[in-house]
């Protein structure tokens, strides 16, 4: 089972930004997809971004604009580039990754709070 931990939440000011980091125990290439969700208090878990394979990505219209995800292979690592946050983004972020064999691997979650 391939694990994937989370690092760089933190409390940031309204209009800031953070750097959010995921590390794969081993090649993200074993993953079809990887990408962050976020679930805030009382709400649901939701995907914010995706990078696929073969390196193209998606955000969700909320953070259109905002936030880009990338990723560094030789690193084994995915990012979360979150830029001109709100209060809106304040959420435990999770990151995810689909393996080719169907499996689903999730990390810890990593805390983000904005607020002034």
């Known amino acids: 089972q391939v694990q994937l931990v989370e690092s760089g939440g933190d409390l940031v000011q309204p209009g800031g930004s953070l750097r959010l980091s995921c590390v794969a125990s081993?090649?993200?290439?074993?993953?079809?997809?990887m990408g962050w969700y976020r679930q805030a208090p009382g709400k649901e878990r939701e995907s914010v971004a995706t990078?696929?394979?073969?390196?193209?990505?998606s955000v969700v219209e909320s953070v259109q604009g905002r936030f880009t995800v990338s990723r560094a292979t030789a690193k084994n690592t995915i990012y979360l580039q979150m830029n001109n946050v709100t209060p809106e983004d304040t959420a435990v972020y999770y990151c995810?990754?689909?393996?080719?064999?169907?499996?689903?691997?999730w990390g810890q979650g990593t805390r983000v709070t904005v607020s002034s």
């Open positions: 995810n990754g689909q393996q080719w064999n169907g499996a689903t691997a």
């Open positions: 081993d090649s993200i290439f074993r993953f079809s997809s």
């Open positions: 990078i696929n394979n073969d390196g193209t990505t």
